[in-house]
């Protein structure tokens, strides 16, 4: 499990590029990239870390699941995730 304080920093960057997101397009659009120099650091989408939903953890992230391969395997296993089977030939 991720510590408590990174999986909080996250959630208020994902808040603060909301919170800018109409903005930074905004300025984008007209090129004025002083006025985007001038915006939180947090506000860049790039800033975002991919985590797992279950363990928080960042790296071995699968997109298209949401989960870590740890948590991934774990759960696929124990056949929570539909149409996912343990591959034998």
């Known amino acids: 499990m991720a510590k408590k304080s990174w999986l ?6 994902a808040n603060t590029v909301k919170k800018y997101a109409a903005l930074r397009a905004e ?3 007209k090129k004025d990239y002083a006025g985007l120099t001038k ?3 947090d506000a860049s989408p ?16 699968w997109r298209k ?4 391969r740890l948590t991934f395997r774990e759960a696929a296993l ?9 591959s034998s030939w």
């Open 8 to 13: 909080e920093r996250n959630k208020r960057k």
């Open 27 to 29: 300025l984008k659009a």
């Open 39 to 41: 915006l939180p650091r």
């Open 46 to 61: 790039t800033r975002l870390v991919n985590r797992c939903a279950m363990s928080g953890r960042r790296r071995g992230y």
């Open 65 to 68: 699941f949401g989960v870590s």
């Open 78 to 86: 124990n056949g929570l995730i539909p149409g996912v089977t343990k």
